[in-house]
């Protein structure tokens, strides 16, 4: 079949003799001469159904037979590592093919690959290739990668092929002799003039048998499943909630059993950071893999660009079924549904707290209650469904957001009792500080301000505490349903937050600056089946979430990204992390309370700078810290002659990572001071 098939992953291995002997392991693909579990398509789109007139395949005794119709008959089944096991003849002039690993609503960026079964007397003459490359004959991965020799068998008798897929390695062993023996991962070469290399291919998809023209006979077509199979995804992704909000995290009154468990049970990433604390940006970077000035998400008004690749819709190609659930928060008045997820429920901009309107899949509906409560019902209702693939659900939580930060009523008075004290670093905004955090303090958001309209200092940290008690009950229901459902060690949860959030530190509230309770928040990841408890040390970011979901679930990577997979670093293998990171944040004129900021943060020491925005020296004092000795960063030693050396290493570390990642020219805007005014949301 010459065509530019949208296919995956093959190996072909033989086992030499007159016939397999039984093997348990093995598990035939058509019991019962049944199609239970199969479905038939276009020779072309298997998005599209047959053209022609069934019937296309039928199956008697055993045997699968092909009629000649120009259709793909494919599993609904996905499959990672596997050996598959069958027998072929074909007719005189038959064109016929192998799909493995490809996914089942079409590929448009062309991810998966075909392997040739086609009639020698037609492809070969005499031994001779007779004017086809190797790579368009039997036994070779399409257009790609052709076998060594040909010992395909005449027509109209039986060829013997087992096929294994082991993660990259591709083995093809033909009638007895091996044929082909590649390892996917050294073909970064894309010889295709569609699609990339077979080094990005997937390694999880769907079994497919085409029949394109003149008939072809299988039998004895037999599977086994090595490993365990793709992972379902759970994201748990709350608003403002910095990284100690969890008792796991040592918080002193905040209870968090079931958050815990994910920690206890899972790993715990100490030292997580967000690039940018602000929302819309973090959460383009956390689908995205990108830094803020790649993505193009710079403020809270900017959606997700619509053809920028994320995890979502790259899980979605490779045969995820996927949803969103609750605050989105990209595109303020915009809640359409966005590319890649199936299911689709949520609102415009920052909803309410309380009887907030959803658009669930095109329909608009207010729907009664507290917000945490109705999208955690909505995403139980939604696990609870029968699910034929593997699942992604992001379950995105309005809390502990303010504007104003409103708690569940049965948890509004829960830490009544608590005697609230300003953190010890509330006043820390004098000598040696920048100026624009003592004209903060004031402002929107300071610790002397209205404070998210409730005014109080104690209310405003019962209140953040307490909404967290509904997300903490949340995420026991969704446990809860995962065991109910049979599903809870398939599924990769994560639990993290877009934001860190200043309760009163440096006299701040909200985040954006580049203090550690602005830029750090908690990550948490459960997954038995390949992650042991540990607490990770090594810094972490937002970008890295992307492709580390990706390289867990087995799919294709994104390209031109920032962030790289932490999969190592569970398994303790830290060799060669990043040991420095940039941020970056942007002044806006709707919340002009935080200067243009400019940073860089090793394991020990961060160095922050305030840009003017239009290339003339800073009109803010720069800021540099010992993290080691002063973790609370109250001790600015920017201006030590001993630690010269040390500034300008710095310095120069932040200018590498920015050229590094693209941000070299950096644009940003104009700082127009910071001003006491009511934000423009």
């Known amino acids: 079949m010459f065509a530019p098939w949208r296919w995956a992953v093959l190996v072909v291995a033989w086992l030499p003799g007159a016939g397999w002997a039984a093997d348990a392991d093995f598990a035939p693909l058509f019991p019962k001469d049944s199609f239970d579990g199969w479905q038939f398509s276009h020779w072309s789109d ?17 045997v699968l037979e092909g009629l000649g119709k120009s259709t793909w008959l494919y599993s609904t089944a996905d499959y990672g590592d596997f050996t598959l096991r069958f027998e072929a003849k074909l007719a005189k002039g038959a064109n016929s093919g192998i799909g493995l690993r490809f996914p089942p609503a079409g590929d448009p960026a062309y991810r998966g690959m075909e392997v040739q079964l086609v009639d020698a007397e037609i492809y070969y003459h005499t031994g001779n290739w007779n004017g086809y490359r190797p790579e368009q004959q039997t036994a070779s991965i399409y257009d790609e990668l052709g076998p060594t020799k040909n010992v395909v ?70 599977v086994q499943r090595l490993g365990p199979p793709r992972p379902n ?13 969890m008792s796991c995290a040592g918080h002193p009154f905040l209870k968090t059993p079931n958050i815990d468990r994910l920690a206890a049970e899972g790993a715990r990433f100490a ?83 309380f009887d907030n309107e959803f658009n669930i899949n095109g329909e608009r509906r207010t729907i009664k209650g507290y917000y945490t409560e109705v999208v955690t019902d909505q995403a139980v209702e939604w696990l609870k469904r029968p699910h034929d693939r593997p699942f992604l659900l992001v379950l995105g939580h309005k ?40 004209l903060r303090v004031d402002t929107w958001h300071g610790i002397n301000g209205p404070l998210y309209g409730l005014k109080e200092f104690d209310k405003f940290i019962r209140y953040y505490h307490a909404t967290l008690l509904s997300v903490e009950e949340s995420v026991g ?47 948490l990841v459960r997954y038995p089946r390949q992650i042991k408890p540990a607490v990770v040390e090594k810094m972490v970011l937002n970008v890295d979430l992307a492709p580390s979901l990706l390289d867990l679930c087995g799919a294709s990577p994104l390209e031109k990204i920032h962030g790289r997979s932490w999969r190592p670093l569970l398994a303790g293998q830290g060799e060669g992390w990043r040991t420095a990171w940039h941020y970056a944040y942007n002044y806006e004129t709707q919340f002009p309370y935080t200067p243009n900021v400019r940073g860089v943060r090793t394991d020990e020491w961060k160095y922050i700078h305030y840009p003017h925005g239009d290339g003339t020296p800073d009109r803010h004092r720069a800021e540099l810290y010992c993290l080691k000795a002063d973790p609370r960063e109250t001790r600015n030693l920017i201006d030590d002659p001993a630690l010269s050396g040390k500034l300008a290493e710095l310095r120069a570390e932040l200018a590498r990572l920015l050229k590094q990642t693209g941000a070299d020219p950096d644009p940003m805007p104009l700082d127009q001071g910071i001003k006491n005014v009511l934000p423009k949301y």
């Open 271 to 353: 030292n997580a950071f967000v690039t940018t604390s602000l929302c819309s940006p973090s959460r383009a970077s956390l689908l995205s893999g990108r830094y803020a000035h790649s993505h193009g998400v710079l403020n809270n008004f900017t959606d997700y660009p619509h053809d920028l690749p994320g995890y979502p819709r790259r899980l979605q190609e490779s045969g995820y079924e996927t949803a969103y659930i609750g605050k989105w928060h990209m595109g303020e008045d915009d809640d359409r549904q966005r590319p890649g997820f199936d299911h689709w429920m949520s609102h415009k901009g920052q909803g309410n707290y």
């Open 46 to 62: 298997i998005k599209a159904p047959p053209k022609a007139e069934g019937p296309y395949w039928k199956i008697e005794n055993g």
């Open 477 to 523: 229901r969704i446990l809860k349903t995962l065991e109910a459902t049979g599903r809870l060690d398939d599924t990769i949860i994560v639990f993290t937050s877009d934001n860190g959030f200043f309760l009163g530190e440096h006299g701040c509230v909200d985040k954006r600056a580049m203090y550690e309770e602005s830029i750090r928040v908690p990550l």
């Open 399 to 438: 809390a502990p957001h303010g504007g104003p930060i409103v708690p569940e009523p049965k948890f509004e008075r829960a830490f009544d009792a608590l005697a609230v004290a300003k953190p010890p670093t509330a006043g820390d905004f004098g000598p040696g500080k920048p100026d624009w955090l003592r």
């Open 233 to 245: 995804v759970l994201v748990i992704l709350t608003d403002d909630q910095r990284w100690d909000a």
């Open 153 to 222: 068998k005449p027509a109209g008798e039986w060829n013997r092929f087992e096929i294994a897929c082991r993660g990259s390695r591709v083995t093809i062993v033909l009638n007895g002799e091996r044929v082909l023996d590649a390892d996917l991962a050294r073909e970064t070469k894309a010889r295709q003039k569609k699609g990339p290399a077979l080094a990005d291919r997937p390694r999880y998809g769907r079994i497919g048998f085409q029949n394109l023209s003149g008939k072809v006979w299988l039998r004895n077509v037999q």
